[in-house]
């Protein structure tokens, strides 16, 4: 089985090679890999000095945060952040507390030992899923504790129907921080006992977010006290399916859109498509904001600017990815987002939709229709706040346990 394996990452690679002559993100990709056995050995790092974490990509960074910000404040460690995608690459490198960043290696045994030959952490945090077979088995082979934080587990993942051989790649995992029981109840049916559960530290993220965020005074004369729908994470697909009710929204509301993929390319898209009515952020402050739609062309500000929303809308779900709900539910607001059967993965979502604060839309029809019940009625998908406090508390507790490893 381990020949497939390496089959499978091999004929990755060459995937995202091959996509990379066309597809920036994966040429990022193959830039920056080939940097990181380098960068590793620049460290020069002491034996087990540093804490390493890996996330997959921005949403799971985000879940990172709060753990990465404690370990700071209550030890002297290094922390060092490895990722796959390159949407990671720009936040994670700027992170105030993150003093070591590069691209994971491709998951090649020879890779993974001249890795670990080169930085030897005090622990291996996953955070959610990454469970790469290599890595967490020189970890393994050099005696460092390797914790999965933050996951979740489906009956129809890989590792519960199959063999033994995906099975043992979870069972090298010293320790499981899961969010939920079902999750924990899935780990025990293939004998994993080490198991606790504490929840998802995004709750903490996003309820640190809404007491921290200064007023953006730019934003807030652009609105001027009208009624406004923060389109967040926005692609193409949602756009394109929602811009029809848009363009033919005759009433004063203004729209505030925040692209995933902030370059020139995105931003142009939609001033072609809201033709004469548009406003770039960085063109702010001026005379003319008689616009309807603003464009945020800046990094970093969305979770922000769903402050000055009545309702917000999230993209990703009609490409078959939904982006973080919780950043505009944790402001109290409604939240809208595409409807997409893969959505039942996020468990988030599941309890917006069940609490009446997340509602799932089909097309443009469908989301008028939401959009002027919530303009019409200020109590309809309240209660988001409230929510996610009483859904806050994992990064306590996944710090009680992380501190066992770090004495």
Known sequence: MSFFYDLFISILDVLIKFSSLYNEKNKKIIEGRKLSLKKVKEFKLNNKEAIWLHVSSVGEFEQAKPIIDSIKQ?????????????????????????????????????????????????????????????????????SIPILSISSVFRKNQIFFPSGIFFKNILRNISLFLVQNENSLDLLKKINIKNVKIV??????????????????????KFINNKNTIVLGSSWKSDINKLKNEIIKDQTDTKYIIVPHNINLKDIEFLENTFINDTLRYSDLPQNNLNKRILIIDKFGMLSSIYRYGKMAYIGGAFRGSLHNTLEAA??????????????????????LEKNKIGF?????????????????NNKIGKGGFDFIEKKSGATKKINFYISEYLK
Do not use: C, H
Request: without cysteine; positive net charge; proline residues 3%.
């Open 199 to 220: 929840g998802d530290t995004r709750y903490d993220r996003v309820l640190e977010i809404v007491k921290k965020t200064d007023e953006i005074e730019k934003v807030k």
């Open 360 to 376: 799932p839309i089909k097309n443009g029809n469908e989301f008028r229709l939401i959009k002027n019940r919530i303009l019409n």
């Open 74 to 142: 209550n030890y002297k460690f290094k922390i060092a952040v490895s990722y796959f995608s390159s949407s990671a690459e720009r936040i994670v490198d700027n992170y105030y507390n993150v003093d070591y960043s590069f691209y994971l290696p491709s998951d090649k045994k020879k890779l993974m030992k001249e890795l670990f030959e080169n930085f030897t952490p005090k622990i291996l945090i996953l955070i959610k899923y990454e469970f790469w077979k290599n890595l967490i088995e020189q970890a393994k082979f050099n």
């Open 330 to 351: 944790a402001w109290n607001i409604p939240v809208i987002y595409g409807y997409n059967k893969n959505n039942v993965k996020f468990i988030e979502v599941n309890e």
